[in-house]
T-cell receptor, first 114, second 111 residues
Framework: GAGVSQSPRYKVAKRGQDVALRCDPI?????LFWYQQALGQGPEFLTY????????KSGLPSDRFFAERPEGSVSTLKIQRTQQEDSAVYLC????????????FGPGTRLTVT | GENVEQHPSTLSVQEGDSAVIKCTYS??????FPWYKQELGKRPQLIID?????GEKKDQRIAVTLNKTAKHFSLHITETQPEDSAVYFC??????????FGAGTILRVKS
């Protein structure tokens, strides 16, 4: 079946611009996660949803980062007033029903802030 | 919070040899330990995972072992093939929630 998809795959933004990154999870998956992966490093947790509820946003680096999942399916990660240090790959992952632990990742959005 | 350390950072093996990657974690409450393979420019792919109620799990050429007392777990790949070349990440989590990743191991399989 279809995996997790993300769009756009690549995004170039000028410093100070706002960006919106989209994640389409696997159909029926209850939980959705966002991670940030800097070049040459492991992914770092940003935030987590169960259905439409944002249960953990402890990894969001600043109040410029905002995520939503209003209908419990598609999610959007928004970054306001982008800075150069925001350049990274933003990965989305989804997980099936409660009791299943496996997270399945999308291909990521590579954000470059110039 | 949880901290995961991964060694080695790079590993070169001859085709057909075995490869072992080791991770340690700090939070004794962690109970789920997945391993991901990531090829250049691609998504992380789950290759094997283990829960804390199990000491070892095997899937064909790959296996994972867990020592809860010492708080470490390892990935074992036997009969390595060139297509095993990639970056491997370990992670630790409570109940499959927030994954805390290691820094990754670049595995090169030389033919």
């Amino acid at each position: 079946g279809a995996g997790v998809s993300q769009s756009p795959r690549y995004k170039v933004a000028k410093r100070g611009q706002d960006v919106a990154l989209r994640c389409d999870p696997i159909s029926g998956h209850v939980s959705l996660f966002w991670y940030q992966q800097a070049l040459g490093q492991g992914p770092e947790f940003l935030t987590y949803f169960q259905n439409e509820a944002q249960l953990d946003k402890s990894g969001l680096p600043s109040d410029r980062f905002f995520a939503e999942r209003p209908e419990g399916s598609v999610s959007t990660l928004k970054i306001q007033r982008t800075q150069q240090e925001d350049s990274a790959v933003y990965l989305c992952a989804s997980r099936p029903r409660t009791g299943k632990y496996e997270q399945y990742f999308g291909p990521g959005t590579r954000l470059t802030v110039t | 919070g949880e901290n995961v350390e991964q060694h080695p950072s790079t590993l070169s093996v001859q085709e057909g040899d075995s490869a072992v990657i080791k991770c340690t974690y700090s939070d004794s409450a962690s109970n789920y330990f997945p391993w991901y393979k990531q090829e250049l420019g691609k998504r992380p792919q789950l290759i094997i995972d283990i829960r804390s109620n199990v000491g070892e799990k095997k899937d064909q050429r790959i296996a994972v072992t867990l020592n809860k007392t010492a708080k470490h777990f390892s990935l074992h790949i036997t009969e390595t093939q060139p297509e095993d070349s990639a970056v491997y990440f370990c992670a630790a989590s409570q109940y499959g929630n927030k994954l805390v990743f290691g820094a990754g191991t670049i595995l090169r399989v030389k033919s």
